[in-house]
């Protein structure tokens, strides 16, 4: 519904807009929270871990801020080079931090479990793909089709829906066919999505072939996101399920911001070296430039160079700025394909087969009967002993039904 809002606001007001109408829907979240939510509190939860706070926002500034300027100055630049290696610095200095903590931010510890890593790492891997493939998709729809914001956020429903199928499949699936197999058939699917885009993308694609496209991505991005976000919170015991929960929604974060910085970056790299080689030599210095800030750029100088008379020359910089953009999207899609059949590949190798069994407390649990307790037994002990690092022992229920 986000994008089918926000184009509907930009079609009629500014673009700041957004800002204001999203203000009350979070207040109306806020509220909601307050009144339904139970509260829940550690009674002996540590001070906040301001260092590492500090090092993960610097690690994660520098290094995003280094991608986005790498297409202006060159990624092999002194000043790239330079910002790359300082964010290395911030992250091994963040994990020493985090190692000797008393009470850390963030438990690096976890990361020895390889199936809370590997799960971690297939989110990260499935939102760099859904943020830089929104990124692109949506100029792709505005400019180089023309759609209005409205009529870009409504095609892009095929994504949103299957999704959603792909959600409640992959959670049912995983548990019949194995966590490993599931996500990792879904980063296959986003593999091949990104294929498909980067072989057939042209300006006169049919929508229907788009909306196809759209779904096998939405089927993979389900398959892979909700299986992989149970092995996070499965891998860990209840008292942490906060920190697999902010570890979940990290791995996102970081994944999409990662995912609009690089793939962003490199359609940037392309479309820029790709315009300056195909444009005309008779578009005059000042429009060349702001050209190659954007496609938007570009077409909105073209409409300008048609309407002071030169057509030709305006129907040129369109021409050259749209094989400019497609090309950029192609090795933008591979590259995001690219990520994409390496996290398969990392799926393969360390998630578990099966997700866990967890324990719940006596008077959380639902009756179950004898088979499904024989089944849930014997796969929470397939569990514990794939697992480097198991997970404690279910206690048994009283059977008196008092608390334990």
Known sequence: MGPIAGGWLLEHFRWAAIFIAMAPVAAAAAIGVALAVPTSKDPDAAAPDIPGLVLSSATMALLVFTIIEAPAYGWAAARSVAGFAGSAVLLAAFIVRERRAAHPMLDVALFRNLRFSAASGAVTVSFFTLFGFIFLITQYFQFVRGYAPLSTGVRLLPVALSVGIGSVAGTQLAVRAGTKLVVTTGLVAVAGFYGWVAATTSATLSYGTIAAQMVVYGLGLGLTSAPATESIMGAISRAKA???????????????????????????????????????????????????????????????????????????????????????????????????????????????????????????????????????????????????????????????????
Not at 279 to 305: D, E, K, N
Not at 329 to 358: D, E, I, K, R
Not at 383 to 388: G, M, V
């Open 242 to 404: 906060g920190v697999g929960s902010a570890v979940n929604d990290s791995t996102r974060l970081i994944g999409g911001t990662l995912g609009v910085a690089v793939i962003g970056s490199v359609y940037a790299s392309v479309y820029g070296s790709r315009l300056s080689a195909t444009l005309p030599a008779s578009v005059p210095g000042r429009v060349a430039a702001a050209a190659h800030q954007s496609v938007g750029a570009a077409y909105a100088a073209a409409g300008q160079i048609t309407a002071l008379g030169h057509p030709a020359l305006g129907q040129a910089l369109q021409h050259a700025s749209t094989n400019a953009f497609l090309r950029g999207l192609t090795v933008g899609a591979l590259v995001a394909g690219g990520v994409a059949a390496a996290g398969a590949l990392l799926a393969v190798l360390f998630l578990p087969a099966q997700p866990a069994v967890t324990a719940q407390p006596a008077e959380l649990a639902r009756p179950a009967s004898p088979a499904a307790s024989a089944a849930a037994i014997l796969a929470g002990a397939h569990e514990t002993r794939a697992e480097a690092d198991p997970a404690p022992a279910p206690r048994p229920a009283p059977g008196n039904g008092s608390r334990p």
